[in-house]
C-alpha cells in the first residue's frame, strides 16, 4: 500500500500530501482523495448540469484530470479541494457550451430544413400552376407547334424521332418547337415573350 511511506494513518494525511502522493503515481492515495471529495464535486456537477448522468461524467473527467496533472499542483495559490472543485466547475462550462452549440447547430439546421422544405413546397406549387397554365396555352397554338412541343417536353421524343413521327425534316421540328416556345412565351407573359 503506497500511503505507508509516509509513516502516517492515511486518514490524518492532509490534502496537500495526498496530491503530493498522487502525483508520484500512488493510486491508494488517489483513492483516499476520492472518497474525500467526490461528493462535493458531484454536488456542484449536478447543480451546474441539472442531470445526474451528466454529472456522473464531469466529476470522473476531473478527477481523471486530478490524477494525471496532480504533479502541477502548486500549494498556497489555493487548496486541493478548490483546485480540484475548479477543475469539476470548469468542466461543467464546457459540457454546458458544448450542449449549448450543438442546440443552436440542431436549430440552425431544422430552420434551413423547414425553409428549404417551404421553397420546395412553394416550387412544387409554381411549377403545378406554371404546368397547368402551360398546358391550357398550348391547346392556343397552331397545331403543328402543339404537336411537335407535346412529343418533346411531355412524350421525351428527340427531334429527329418527332420528324420520323410526323413525316417532316428535323430542321422543320426544331423550328417548329422554336416557334412553339416562342408564342407559349407570349402566352404566358414570362421575360421575353413578346409582352
Same mark, same amino acid.
Given at each position: 500500500?503506497?500511503?505507508?511511506?509516509? %509513516?502516517?494513518?492515511?486518514?490524518?494525511?492532509?490534502?496537500?500530501?495526498?496530491?503530493?502522493?498522487? %502525483?508520484?503515481?500512488? #493510486?491508494?492515495?488517489?483513492?483516499?482523495?476520492?472518497?474525500?471529495?467526490?461528493?462535493?464535486?458531484?454536488?456542484?456537477?449536478? /447543480?451546474?448540469?441539472?442531470?445526474?448522468?451528466?454529472?456522473?461524467?464531469?466529476?470522473?473527467? !476531473?478527477?481523471?484530470?486530478?490524477?494525471?496533472?496532480?504533479?502541477?499542483?502548486?500549494?498556497?495559490?489555493?487548496?486541493?479541494?478548490?483546485?480540484?472543485?475548479?477543475?469539476?466547475?470548469?468542466?461543467?462550462?464546457?459540457?454546458? /457550451?458544448?450542449?449549448?452549440?450543438?442546440?443552436?447547430?440542431?436549430?440552425?439546421?431544422?430552420? #434551413?430544413?423547414?425553409? !428549404?422544405?417551404? /421553397?420546395?413546397?412553394?416550387?412544387?406549387?409554381? #411549377?403545378?400552376?406554371?404546368?397547368?397554365?402551360?398546358?391550357? /396555352?398550348?391547346?392556343?397554338?397552331? %397545331?403543328?407547334?402543339?404537336?411537335?412541343?407535346?412529343?418533346?417536353?411531355?412524350?421525351?421524343?428527340?427531334?429527329?424521332?418527332?420528324?420520323?413521327?410526323?413525316?417532316?425534316?428535323v430542321g422543320t421540328v426544331k423550328g417548329r418547337i422554336r416557334l412553339g416556345l416562342h408564342g407559349?412565351?407570349?402566352?404566358?407573359?414570362?421575360?421575353?415573350?413578346g409582352e
Open positions: 500500500m503506497g500511503l505507508r511511506r509516509t %509513516g502516517r494513518p492515511a486518514e490524518n494525511l492532509a490534502d496537500e500530501d495526498l496530491i503530493r502522493l498522487v %502525483g508520484d503515481g500512488d #493510486e491508494d492515495a488517489f483513492a483516499l482523495l476520492y472518497d474525500r471529495h467526490s461528493v462535493a464535486a458531484y454536488s456542484l456537477a449536478v /447543480r451546474m448540469l441539472g442531470d445526474r448522468e451528466s454529472a456522473e461524467d464531469v466529476v470522473q473527467d !476531473a478527477f481523471l484530470a486530478v490524477y494525471r496533472s496532480a504533479r502541477t499542483y502548486t500549494p498556497g495559490r489555493a487548496s486541493v479541494r478548490s483546485w480540484l472543485l475548479a477543475m469539476v466547475r470548469n468542466r461543467g462550462i464546457d459540457r454546458i /457550451r458544448t450542449a449549448r452549440a450543438i442546440t443552436r447547430r440542431q436549430q440552425r439546421l431544422e430552420s #434551413e430544413a423547414a425553409v !428549404a422544405q417551404s /421553397r420546395d413546397t412553394q416550387a412544387v406549387a409554381m #411549377e403545378r400552376a406554371i404546368g397547368s397554365d402551360v398546358r391550357s /396555352r398550348l391547346d392556343d397554338l397552331p %397545331g403543328e407547334q402543339a404537336a411537335a412541343l407535346k412529343l418533346a417536353y411531355y412524350g421525351g421524343f428527340s427531334h429527329s424521332e418527332i420528324a420520323q413521327f410526323l413525316e417532316v425534316p407559349l412565351r407570349a402566352r404566358v407573359g414570362e421575360p421575353g415573350g
